[in-house]
């Protein structure tokens, strides 16, 4: 049974940075793609950053250069580093696994993942 637990938001001043981190049970990474998606108020789930099994990494256009996507050396545990954070980066972040095996053609996508945790609040003013 695949489960996820987020850490690691807050509020924080524009400008300023954040790690999310993500706990997971129940897979091996060594099979399984992890995705970081976000949603503000009113808007679509949309997706930031994933990270493939390989190790092979994919952002979202908006956050590229700004944020990172890493495993951590905890088993299961993967991280999302956000500089110069913007009011416009405000929004519930979310991860998400699935089997890298059963993708398609974007991580980034949300239909992608069948696994998700309850999401962690980042708020920046």
């Known amino acids: 049974h695949v489960q996820l637990v987020e850490s690691g938001g807050g509020s924080v001043q524009a400008g300023g940075s954040l790690t999310l981190s993500c706990s997971g049970s129940?897979?091996?990474?060594?099979?399984?793609?992890l995705g970081w998606f976000r949603q503000a108020p009113g808007k679509e789930r949309e997706g930031v950053a994933s990270?493939?099994?390989?190790?092979?990494?994919e952002y979202d256009a908006s956050v590229k250069g700004q944020f990172t996507i890493s495993r951590g050396n905890a088993r299961n545990t993967v991280h999302l580093r956000m500089n110069t954070l913007k009011p416009e980066d405000t929004a519930m972040y979310y991860c998400?696994?699935?089997?890298?095996?059963?993708?398609?053609?974007?991580?980034?996508?949300?239909?992608?993942?069948?696994?998700w945790g309850q999401g962690t609040q980042v708020t920046v003013s």
């Open positions: 998400a696994a699935a089997l890298c095996l059963l993708g398609g053609s974007s991580w980034l996508d949300h239909r992608e993942y069948n696994y």
């Open positions: 129940g897979y091996t990474d060594r099979t399984y793609c």
């Open positions: 990270i493939h099994s390989n190790g092979s990494t």
